[in-house]
């Protein structure tokens, strides 16, 4: 066990959490991270109506007895907000422990999160909305710095400066995105002031993701260049990989577009088609940096012992570096 603040909030064994994932974060994703001592998160996105949702929360309750959390887009263009306060509804009705927000502040649920017993875990890319997710009551907050996949913010600021910066910053626990994938990673985190590590990408290329073959073979030969941003000129930035479908949005944001004409491509049905038939020019894929630093496709339990192992023996060794002077 590791012992941090999100740990005893959360009630898991390590500070290791699952961000949310359209399409990929479904019940077999997240329940093998919850059922390896980590924070699994199933995401709304993924589904289509509110029953799809009740159903995926349940088939998470008959494949751990573990926490898990499930993400929520506040952004209308993805989830309109009658539906969110809807999910809102169901999340407490079913006794989700811990929701993850993302897009957008979640302070006109927050209140209603709070009453109805779930923890609320927001995702941010930068110092001062952290600081107002702890005004209006979050629980921890999530930092992603600018390597992160999907959106990292217009500041472009990595998590190097980013995650002690927000734990300088806030009061409520702190939790590191953007990057990580190892047990280097977690010490860095936790040096850095952090409670815990979330990942996307790292999971992404795990066994039990559902997604092709061809691009978890994809993800094992890429190097930490092979993703782009994207969507800048709406004021929506999104880290991707390189491929086709990032190559029209980057040639219709060149020469001036709108959110509307570039809605069908940046929806997510491309990624969804990616992942069904791997073929990689179908469809915006969210990606980070950090592929390039990912050369195996493991188990979720496999990627959480891993960094736990890791972790322990860089934490032995560092501490040998200090020695008593005469
Ligand atoms: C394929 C993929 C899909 C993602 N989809 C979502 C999403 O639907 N909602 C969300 O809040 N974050 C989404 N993210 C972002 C992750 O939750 C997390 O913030 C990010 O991956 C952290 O950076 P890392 O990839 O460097 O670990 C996605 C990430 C990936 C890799």
Not at 237 to 256: F, H, Q, Y
Request: one cysteine or more.
């Amino acid at each position: 066990m590791i012992k941090t603040r999100i740990t005893e909030m959360l009630g898991i064994e390590y500070p290791i959490i699952q961000g949310g994932m359209q399409w990929l974060a479904c019940a077999e994703l997240a329940s093998a991270v919850s059922n390896a001592g980590g924070l699994g998160i199933v995401t709304a996105l993924s589904f289509l109506s509110l029953d799809e949702i009740r159903q995926e929360i349940r088939r998470m309750r008959d494949m751990t007895d573990k926490p898990f959390g499930l993400n929520i887009s506040m952004l209308p263009i993805f989830i309109p907000g009658e539906m969110t306060s809807r999910i809102v509804d169901l999340l407490i009705e079913e006794q989700v422990p811990v929701v993850e927000t993302a897009g957008r502040s979640p302070e006109e649920f927050a209140h209603r999160l709070k009453e109805g017993g779930v923890k609320l875990i927001h995702k941010v890319p930068a110092v001062r909305f952290a600081q107002k997710a702890e005004r209006i009551g979050a629980d921890a907050v999530t930092v992603v710095g600018f390597e992160c996949a999907g959106h990292p913010g217009m500041d472009d600021v990595p998590s190097l400066i980013l995650v002690p910066k927000a734990a300088e910053s806030v009061s409520i626990p702190v939790i590191a995105a953007g990057g990580f994938c190892d047990g280097k990673g977690l010490v860095a985190a936790l040096a850095m002031g952090a409670e815990a590590i979330l990942m996307g990408t790292r999971f992404m290329a795990s066994k039990e993701a559902p997604m092709h073959e061809n691009c978890k073979k994809w993800m094992l030969g890429a190097t930490e260049r092979d993703t782009r941003i994207v969507e800048r000129s709406i004021r929506n930035p999104c880290r991707v990989i390189i491929n086709e479908a990032s190559d029209k949005v980057v040639e219709l944001e060149a020469r001036g577009t709108t959110l509307e004409e570039l809605l069908p491509i940046i929806s997510g049905k491309g990624g969804r088609a990616a992942y069904q038939s791997g073929d990689l020019n179908a469809g915006i894929i969210a990606c980070g940096q950090v592929v390039g630093r990912i050369h195996e496709i493991k188990s979720c339990a496999e990627i959480i012992q891993d960094i736990v192992q890791e972790a322990q023996s860089i934490t032995g060794r560092l501490g040998g570096l200090f020695q008593q002077g005469n």
